[in-house]
T-cell receptor, first 111, second 114 residues
């Protein structure tokens, strides 16, 4: 299964864009990149996912490099409520699509 | 609100006991996943069901078992509980359980074993 590497922590000023990087150099051709976040001990919240193309939804944008070995999650205008742990996950290409969460990036949005 | 419900919210029990955690998936979702989150292990995948059948197993102990019923709700049974089983247990659901299907997580059950 493809593993991911994320910085353990990041800060971002309120109102600015938060750019969260993720490396997944062993990703296979049919494996998706997913981003989730977890606020305190709440259930992880789905943000966005993609395969090859860049994706955008109401929460964020996902930029995947052409070689698919890394990606960046962009929160365009960070608010205090975006303070959370962000997980980058690569869905395994065997059966089941079970997620393997790493340690994620703890994002702190500063007023 | 993800649409996934879990009961109970909190559970306090003693070592050696058995408990059952319940999960109702989002309407229309056929696949259910169970995850455990403890302080020292992070979020760990336990088991997945699709339309009543077990599809994938992760780091699930033999003392733990699960099933998905015909109405698609799922139960996770934990027996011979140990102090180390204290954790948050999350259920998630997805439409088909495929690689492109996002999982939606419930609010979790916090289990405390004394």
């Amino acid at each position: 299964d493809a593993k991911t590497t994320q910085p353990p922590s990041m800060d971002c000023a309120e109102g600015r864009a938060a750019n969260l990087p993720c490396n997944h150099s062993t990703i296979s051709g049919n494996e998706y990149v997913y981003w989730y976040r977890q606020i305190h001990s709440q259930g992880p919240q789905y943000i966005i996912h993609g395969l090859k193309n860049n994706e955008t939804n109401e929460m964020a944008s996902l930029i995947i490099t052409e070689d698919r070995k890394s990606s960046t999650l962009i929160l365009p205008h960070a608010t205090l409520r975006d303070t959370a742990v962000y997980y980058c996950i690569v869905s395994p290409s065997n059966t089941g699509n079970q997620f393997y969460f790493g340690t994620g990036t703890s994002l702190t949005v500063i007023p | 609100d993800s649409g996934v419900t879990q009961t109970p919210k909190h559970l306090i029990t003693a070592t050696g006991q058995r408990v059952t955690l319940r999960c109702s998936p989002r309407s229309g979702d056929l696949s259910v996943y169970w995850y455990q989150q403890s302080l020292d292990q992070g979020l760990q995948f336990l088991i997945q069901y699709y339309n009543g059948e077990e599809r994938a197993k992760g780091n699930i102990l033999e003392r733990f078992s699960a099933q998905q019923f015909p109405d698609l709700h799922s139960e996770l049974n934990l027996s011979s509980l140990e102090l180390g089983d204290s954790a948050l247990y999350f259920c998630a659901s997805s439409t088909q359980g495929g690689l492109s299907d996002e999982q939606f997580f419930g609010p979790g059950t916090r289990l405390t074993v004394l």
